[in-house]
């Protein structure tokens, strides 16, 4: 089943093609998306023209420059939530990724989030700041780790619109849809928590 599934969208794929091939495609814009847009068309043959407003592409995605410091202009740091990983994949491409580290302060009092486990420095920092909440700590703690334990299921797996569950069965069946099912009680939490 699995076997005619594959080749019927192999088919269809193939047939859309060679129907549009003849046809140029004209994206606007050179941030991320109209990159990302730009590097599939080519990969399945399409004549691509990139139309960008500025003197360079990356749109949001992009450092600047003032008095000696460099700023981010949008993003901090590009986290696969199951989307950048299979893209990078898909398009046979490999970036060197590095950790992202993270400060957080209160005054002159800094903890570093290395891994999970600094939720416990992120706590005793907060100890540290309010010695009489104990309480009120436990229970903010308590409530970061339900927000984690939320965010394992939603960005858990890589995305099925990217990672094409047809080329990958057993995906499909032993992962996919047992998380489908933990995706509909997780969005269903947080929409009654809202
Ligand atoms: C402050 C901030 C922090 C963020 N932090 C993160 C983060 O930590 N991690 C993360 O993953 N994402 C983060 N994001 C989101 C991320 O930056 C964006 O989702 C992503 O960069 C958007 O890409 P885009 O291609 O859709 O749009 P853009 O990056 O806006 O690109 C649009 C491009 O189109 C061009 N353009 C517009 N109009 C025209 C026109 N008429 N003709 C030609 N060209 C045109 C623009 O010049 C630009 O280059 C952050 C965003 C902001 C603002």
Not at 55 to 70: I, M, N, P, Q, Y
Not at 157 to 181: R, V
């Amino acid at each position: 089943m699995i076997f005619v599934m594959r080749r019927f969208a192999k088919w269809f794929v193939m047939a859309y093609n060679i129907g549009m091939k003849q046809k140029k495609v004209l994206v606007v814009g050179g941030g991320l998306a109209g990159l990302s847009a730009v590097a599939f068309l080519r990969k399945y043959g399409f004549e691509t023209i990139l139309l960008e407003k500025n003197d360079h592409c990356g749109g949001l995605a992009r450092s600047f420059e003032r008095k000696g410091f460099t700023w981010d202009a949008g993003p901090r740091a590009l986290i696969d939530g199951g989307i950048i990983g299979p893209l990078l994949e898909r398009l046979g491409l490999e970036l060197p990724m590095v950790p992202s580290r993270v400060s957080v302060g209160i005054g002159n009092d800094m903890i570093h989030v290395e891994s999970r486990d600094s939720i416990n420095d992120y706590k005793a920092l907060l100890e540290r700041a309010r010695p009489g909440s104990k309480g009120d700590v436990d229970r903010i703690i308590r409530r970061i780790q339900d927000v984690m334990k939320d965010m394992d299921v939603l960005y858990g797996i890589e995305n099925p619109m990217i990672y094409s569950p047809l080329k990958h069965p057993l995906w499909l069946f032993g992962i996919f849809l047992p998380w489908s099912l933990r995706f509909i009680a997780t969005i269903g939490k947080i929409y009654r928590f809202f």
